[in-house]
């Protein structure tokens, strides 16, 4: 596609439920990534895959939280048994493999109550 | 360990009043220093990639410039619509991410 997708735009999760957010990257692209961003602040890291290979899951704050990319294009985010202080912006983006430019996308809105 | 600082975190002008935003970062192996700009509800947009100190590079009313401890994003002349948060963030050796700054929230007032 033009750009990076990702769905749902706006989640309302109750605490404990388990929540699942989808990527869909620029076409072409090897590189994905999912970031968090909390209100006020800049995005933090928290996985990088290139093709379904998931190089790099640093970032994920807890074991409640897991990607995915089996086919090596769209992505999943899951969190399991959310908990009020998952509430955030996750943004998805993606690139061409090395130095390139990463792409956003508009990002799901998470709130949990 | 890599560190991005913005300053200032908020900034108002008046239209047309030129300024300039600061990035100041630590990182080991500068592979690339980014710009973005994000609207309300909105993803990053991509501004500016610079890899070496001295590089300088424009876009309209913008110009990225870049030493080897900060990165100035200059605005000639703001319009109302240049207001957003521009983030700033890095990209050390060996690292495939970004590492993001917290930004600064320019408001332009007609």
């Known amino acids: 596609g033009a750009g990076v997708s990702q769905s749902p735009r706006y989640k309302v999760a109750k605490r404990g439920q388990d929540v699942a957010l989808r990527c869909d990257p620029i076409?072409?692209?090897?590189?994905l990534f999912w970031y968090q961003q909390a209100l006020g602040q800049g995005p933090e890291f928290l996985t990088y895959?290139?093709?379904?290979?998931?190089?790099?899951k640093s970032g994920l704050p807890s074991d409640r939280f897991f990607a995915e990319r089996p086919e090596g294009s769209v992505s999943t985010l899951k969190i399991q048994r959310t908990q009020q202080e998952d509430s955030a912006v996750y943004l998805c983006?993606?690139?061409?493999?090395?130095?390139?430019?990463?792409?956003f996308g508009e990002g799901s809105w998470l709130t949990v109550v | 360990e890599d560190q991005v600082t913005q300053s200032p975190e908020a900034l108002r002008l008046q239209e047309g009043e030129s300024s300039s935003l600061n990035c100041s970062y630590t990182?080991?192996?500068?592979?690339?220093l980014f710009w973005y700009r994000q609207d309300p509800g909105k993803g990053p947009e991509f501004l500016f990639t610079?890899?070496?100190a001295g590089e300088e590079k424009e876009k309209e009313r913008l110009k990225a410039t870049l030493t080897k401890k900060e990165s100035f994003l200059h605005i000639t002349a703001p319009k109302p619509e240049d207001s957003a948060t521009y983030l700033c963030?890095?990209?050390?050796?060996?690292?495939?991410?970004?590492?993001f700054g917290t930004g600064t929230r320019l408001t332009v007032i007609p």
């Open positions: 983006a993606s690139s061409l493999a090395g130095r390139n430019t990463i792409y």
């Open positions: 076409s072409g692209h090897v590189s």
């Open positions: 895959f290139q093709n379904e290979a998931q190089l790099d």
């Open positions: 990182v080991s192996g500068l592979r690339g």
């Open positions: 610079l890899y070496s």
């Open positions: 963030a890095v990209r050390g050796t060996g690292a495939n991410n970004l590492f």
